[in-house]
């Protein structure tokens, strides 16, 4: 891959051991020039033994942070340390496939790309929240991208140029979810960049196992959109025909229970009456906000 872009990976962990391990040998599997990559992670005093997993690879740059700082700004402090023209990030419960860097960087790449942003697939599909995750598409860029109002990437599945996180001045350190899209917004109002999607570029995420699990990432997303609201007003639009749409979606999968085939069916129902109500919910609470001082 002669010419290959410099590409910095840049990943933030907390309390991670449980996936850390998967995640590193996925990163050290990447096929790319080793001249051409490095990796980052930011352990954000993490008080399992994270920091002792990714300490082991010699090859993994880490950043260790005395205090929770959140992952928004862990991510900052790893761009601040990469070098590559190219800025990829990941997180800490995901697996890229070994051609995700090929197949994310592959030429060409308009001009006006500021991100290009990849597919992001269940890891497994163990459970019966894992396949309504999986089903719903609610990690999925080909399912979130096309937003009501502009596009939005996560971080689970991208590649930014470093020049335009510079002028973008990265990541807003002081909320705890959707900082990802607050940037890609700002990117593209902004800058006037795009975001260029490449579903062949694979990143494999562990969706959330349980019940719990799901009410809580509904919540985080509710409080999501509300930090979004505030901050974006005049564009991000909560439109009454999408809500009963939702309610629809509702009376239709309760329509499909006595049709067969499908063995969750009969769970369907409730996981997205539990997920709009976990959104409203995080709503109502409002933005999620960092805690800038005090222990970790």
Request: proline share 5%; glycine share 8%.
């Amino acid at each position: 891959m002669s010419g290959a872009p410099s590409v910095s990976i840049v990943v933030p962990a907390r309390n991670a051991a449980g996936d850390i391990e998967r995640l590193l040998d996925a990163l050290m599997s990447l096929e790319w020039p080793a001249s051409r990559l490095e990796r980052i992670v930011i352990d954000d005093a993490s008080t399992d033994d994270t920091a002792q997993r990714i300490a082991s690879r010699s090859t993994i740059k880490v950043i260790h942070t005395t205090r929770r700082i959140g992952p928004y700004a862990a991510r900052n402090l790893g761009v601040k340390a990469a070098t590559g023209d190219w800025i990829a990030f990941t997180d800490a419960d995901c697996a890229p496939r070994v051609d995700w860097l090929q197949k994310l960087l592959a030429e060409p790449i308009p001009a006006d790309s500021g991100a290009i942003a990849g597919e992001v697939l269940a890891l497994e599909t163990t459970t019966a929240t894992q396949r309504f995750i999986e089903s719903q598409g609610l990690m999925k860029h080909s399912v979130t991208l096309p937003h009501k109002a502009l596009p939005g990437f996560s971080t689970a599945s991208v590649a930014i140029r470093r020049d335009v996180l510079t002028r973008l001045r990265g990541f807003r350190e002081d909320v705890l979810y959707f900082g990802d899209m607050e940037l890609s917004w700002r990117m593209q109002l902004e800058q006037k960049a795009r975001i260029l999607f490449r579903p062949e570029a694979v990143v494999l995420h562990r969706h959330r196992r349980t019940v719990g699990a799901l009410w809580s990432q509904a919540v985080q997303h509710g409080r999501g959109v509300a930090f979004m609201k505030r901050n974006f007003g005049n564009v991000y639009r909560i439109s009454l025909t999408e809500q009963l749409g939702r309610l629809g979606g509702v009376a239709s999968a309760t329509g499909r229970i006595a049709a067969g085939g499908d063995p969750d069916r009969w769970l369907t129902p409730g996981f997205l009456s539990l997920w709009y109500a976990g959104m409203l919910a995080g709503y109502v609470r409002g933005p999620a906000w960092v805690r800038t001082a005090g222990p970790s």
